[in-house]
């Protein structure tokens, strides 16, 4: 059986079922079954929300989360 191919879309949407503002803002590139997460968070926690939301998409093999944490 052939997988879909995975798309940002897709990302974007798991992304938009958090509850944190911040996560729902970030920037996402896909190449294969890899995704980079790009973008500011106010915490270590919510960056960790991020990658486990991606992880849970279906075709994701790999996640490079590339987000910064503000404490500001």
Not at 13 to 35: C, H, T
Request: hydrophobic content about 40%; cysteine-free; overall charge neutral.
């Amino acid at each position: 059986m052939i997988k879909p191919a995975l798309n940002s879309q897709d990302v974007l949407d798991a992304l938009a079922q958090s509850p944190y503002r911040r996560v729902r803002n970030l920037a996402v590139e896909v190449a294969g079954e890899s995704v980079s997460l790009h973008g500011r968070l106010g915490s270590y926690f919510e960056k960790q929300v991020a990658q486990e939301a991606v992880l849970r998409v279906s075709g994701v093999g790999a996640v490079h989360n590339h987000s910064t944490v503000d404490y500001a």
